[in-house]
């Protein structure tokens, strides 16, 4: 199939004289060997986390109980304005201004008369 240079790459020249056909054969087998690599993978560093673990004194069941702390989600900023049109479109007042806020002002409104209370 295809050619290895001597870093053990295949190069794209050696690719472009490959069939259609040849080239998914080729894609099929990548495609296995990385989900092999991979499973393997999680599984040595599996092996590893529990080697660790068991060398400080701790199970493997304590390990699974293990909880992550849980991380504070970012806080949700308050409307400041609404849409009166549509009370589905809201804005904070931060960061780009929404095409409704856009269109409201173009037409002369202010923007204050969107303001929630």
Known sequence: MAS?????QV??????KYSLAQLRALDAKVIE???????????????Q????????????????????PVTTTKSTVKVKYRNPSNSAEQWSGRGRKPA??????????????????
């Open 4 to 8: 290895f240079n001597a870093t053990n």
């Open 11 to 16: 190069t794209m020249h050696d690719l472009s």
């Open 33 to 47: 060997e990385l989900k092999t690599r991979y499973f393997l993978s999680i599984s040595m560093a599996r092996e």
């Open 49 to 68: 986390i529990l080697h660790i673990a068991q060398s400080v004194g701790i199970s493997e069941k304590e390990l699974l109980r293990i909880k992550t």
């Open 100 to 117: 409704w806020v856009k269109e409201w002002i173009a037409s002369g409104k202010s923007i204050e008369d969107a303001k929630v209370n």
